[in-house]
């Protein structure tokens, strides 16, 4: 609008342009992280480093138990989720389809477990494959002195994670909520990374079975 001698008055124009409105700006979707529903390859059996490690090579292919209901939790988080993904390896799909339903969803591969290379303990020492067992040994061992074979290195884990992260977290800044049906230990390891960059956990459950972690932001970057 201009004033008698032909300047502008300074009032807004109808895109709101001068005005003194406040901005909004939308934070973030949620970055729910799901381990995989029960396994069906038995875990009672006492193994020693090799038995372990063919063990586990079965694990990586095996699918879901049957029989198994999702946490009601779950439903609601999908049925939210802009956005769904599942690792590549069969108990990963299975529990997405299991939670999903007819929803699709994208499996990939940056997604899979971290690698459990067992040390090689004398073979009179036995464990179970269990978390507490080998698990933990495998873990630990992997973790701390980066001995890995032929598998991931913790450096490659590691940056995969973030890779991870930062595609997640970017999926989220598009609006809506980002659902992951994975695995327990690189979970955590993706949930180190987005801690970093300002998520905030609000909903803790461990490493059990259809257990759950969610990440959210009260703004945007």
Not at 58 to 70: A, D, I
Not at 127 to 154: M, N, Q
Not at 186 to 201: A, D, P, Q, R, T
Request: aromatic share 12%; proline share 5%; with cysteine.
């Amino acid at each position: 609008m201009q004033d008698k001698g032909g300047k502008d008055s300074g009032a807004g124009d109808a895109k709101g342009h001068g005005t003194d409105m406040p901005v909004v700006i939308a934070a973030p979707g949620a970055i729910t992280l799901v381990r995989h529903g029960e396994p069906a390859l038995s875990r009672r059996a006492l193994l020693d480093w090799e038995g372990y490690r063919d063990w586990w090579a079965r694990y990586e292919e095996s699918g879901l138990l049957e029989g198994q209901t999702p946490p009601h939790i779950l439903d609601g988080y999908a049925r939210d989720a802009r956005y769904i993904y599942s690792s590549t390896l069969r108990r990963s799909i299975e529990t997405a389809q299991a939670i999903c339903g007819k929803r699709p969803f994208e499996s990939l591969e940056m997604l899979v477990e971290a690698p459990l290379p067992p040390p090689r303990l004398p073979r009179w020492i036995k464990l179970s494959p269990k978390s507490w067992g080998w698990g933990t040994v495998s873990r630990l061992w992997w973790w701390y002195t980066d001995t890995h074979g032929a598998w991931e290195t913790r450096k490659q884990a590691v940056a995969r994670a973030k890779k991870a992260a930062d595609f997640l977290m970017d999926k989220a800044r598009e609006g809506g909520d980002v659902l992951v049906l994975a695995h327990g230990y690189f979970n955590l390891m993706i949930s180190l990374e987005l801690k970093k960059m300002g998520y905030i956990k609000t909903v803790e459950q461990g490493f059990k079975y259809w257990g759950c972690r969610r990440y959210e932001k009260t703004t945007k970057d």
